[in-house]
């Protein structure tokens, strides 16, 4: 496990020079980030199993939304993004995880 997937994209040649298989252990796994290179890694089975990803643009959404309540002098809304685990399973050869209707915009 790893903070951040890019550590996995450096690690990928050193494996292979190693003689591992992209499939094989070490099982791999990112938190925090999901990247595009790890979900191409996961869905090709190149040395990452799965990733935490970031709701990128679901969190922009939510910056403006915390900045419209604050200038409005409302409460911050208390908005947490859920925890999502991609895998090759269920990426469905997506390239991020963005999913609808996460955001609480208020405008």
Do not use: C
């Not at 799965?50 to 709701?55: L, S, Y």
């Amino acid at each position: 496990m790893a903070i951040n997937d890019l550590y996995f994209a450096d690690a990928a040649p050193a494996l292979r020079a190693a003689g591992k298989q992209g499939g094989d252990a070490p099982f791999n796994i990112g938190a925090g980030d999901g990247d595009p290179s790890a979900f191409q890694r996961i869905n090709s089975k190149g040395f990452q199993e799965a990733t935490v990803p970031e709701p990128l643009s679901a969190q922009g959404w939510q910056i403006i939304d915390e900045f419209n309540r604050a200038f409005a002098g409302e409460p911050a809304s208390g908005y947490v993004a859920p925890v999502h685990i991609t895998t090759a399973a269920n990426s469905v050869g997506g390239s991020t995880w963005d999913p609808k209707g996460l955001a609480t915009v208020v405008l």
